[in-house]
């Protein structure tokens, strides 16, 4: 019998972490003999070889990715009351923001394939209020950016691209024209936590825009609204990346194309395992995007999730589900505009998803024992 030799994991940091020691240690050591803790160098230098990464003019650090897109919404000068639409299937940090900011959410639907925000359920949302869209990348694949920001120039609204599943992924324009997620709307924004695809061994996250006055905002409004020391044109934010975490991420960028390679190959695994099962959905692949597989994620079809989920859990699987609750039936989401059944896609996904192990460390034994498991159970 197949048994796994080491401890299953949702992320193999350690493991990802032990090829790449030497490297860290040493960056994390001259960090500490600089003493630039702060806005050092490195942060600096991850700055621009994150821009020429992802062929974008600008990135600004920050301190994570929930501050991220709330400094995005500053910058666009969104007001108490304008709406902002949404994905309902997200995590929370989202719409949190845009609670926070004293802006109206309006969630929408998404695709039950890609599970990326469905255009005509955009459209339908839009209002004389509507002021912004937040695509999500949800699980490491673009939103359909091309038809999305056709329908925001139409109706003259910003578009803040969440980018913290989906880095590294290439989005590719029905011309071919190929261009980096996150790269695409006037700002995106990712999030370095450490289980994101570029993570941090702390908190982190950055913007990125094209657009030279928007990044000289943001940089203010992340800075407590100032450019020059003491002088505060807006109210802002203290939010920054610290150096120690720059450093690391500089080298992690550095691996950022083999470990999405990495997550492919796993990918690629679960799928020729599940594909034609009449219980399992594969995740659906959009024409116009890479998948980096932040997560690997099943649509199951009459299957008992929780009892799935034990017999995994039995084996050393682990197995999560994201996300369990749409926001419109969250707590603290609760609107009187909307009520159960209103967004029947997202609903079933919630009542019907299953996230397996995927991370830039799992080897073939690990990724049979894991399918076979989930095989077993469906038998
Ligand atoms: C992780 C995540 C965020 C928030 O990033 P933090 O760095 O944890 O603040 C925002 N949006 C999505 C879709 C995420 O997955």
Redesign the pocket.
């Known amino acids: 019998m197949a048994t796994a030799t080491k401890k299953i994991q949702m992320v193999d940091l350690a493991g990802q972490y032990e090829k790449i020691k030497t490297e860290i240690d040493n960056a994390i050591a001259s960090v500490l003999h600089s003493a630039a803790f702060i806005n050092g160098p490195e942060v600096k230098s991850f700055q621009v070889e994150l821009e020429k990464y992802l062929g974008v003019k600008h990135v600004i650090p920050c301190a994570?990715?929930?501050?991220a897109?709330q400094i995005a919404m500053m910058a666009l000068g969104l007001k108490h009351g304008d709406e902002v639409i949404t994905s309902n299937f997200?995590?929370v940090?989202?719409a949190e923001v845009i609670g926070l900011l004293g802006l109206t959410p309006v969630l929408v639907d998404v695709y039950p394939g890609t599970f990326t925000l469905n255009i005509a359920a955009i459209e339908k949302a839009i209002t004389p209020k509507t002021k912004a869209i937040v695509p999500?990348h949800?699980f490491g694949q673009c939103a359909e950016m091309e038809e999305l920001m056709a329908l925001a120039k139409k109706h003259h609204l910003y578009v803040i691209e969440?980018n913290?599943?989906a880095i590294g992924a290439d989005y590719k324009y029905t011309d071919d024209k190929t261009v980096k997620a996150g790269t695409i709307g006037h700002f995106g924004t990712t999030?370095?936590?450490p289980s994101?695809n570029l993570g941090g061994y702390g908190?982190?996250?950055a913007l990125f825009t094209n657009d030279d006055e928007l990044a000289k905002k943001a940089r203010s409004i992340a800075n407590h609204g100032s450019t020059v020391q003491y002088y505060h044109d807006d109210i802002g934010v203290n939010s920054r990346l610290d150096s120690i975490q720059a450093a690391i991420l500089r080298i992690k960028l550095r691996h950022l194309n083999e470990y999405c390679a990495a997550r492919q190959k796993a990918a690629a695994y679960y799928d020729k395992a599940f594909a034609n099962h009449p219980q399992i959905k594969i995740p659906e692949r959009s024409k116009h995007s890479t998948h980096v597989f932040h997560q690997y994620t099943l649509v199951l079809h009459n299957v008992d999730r929780t009892k799935l989920r034990e017999h995994l859990a039995a084996k050393g699987i682990p197995a999560m589900i994201y996300y369990p609750v749409p926001l419109h039936l969250q707590k603290a989401y609760k609107d009187a505009r909307y009520k159960e059944g209103d967004f029947p896609v997202t609903e079933m996904l919630c009542a019907s998803v299953l996230s397996l192990p995927i991370h830039t460390e799992l080897d073939e034994e690990t990724l049979k024992f894991i399918t076979d498991s989930v095989l077993e159970f469906l038998k």
Do not use: E
């Not at 994570?64 to 501050?67: A, C, I, L, Q, V």
């Open positions: 994570n990715g929930t501050d897109l997200t995590f940090a989202t999500v949800l969440d913290a599943q999030s370095f936590f994101k908190d982190g996250g």
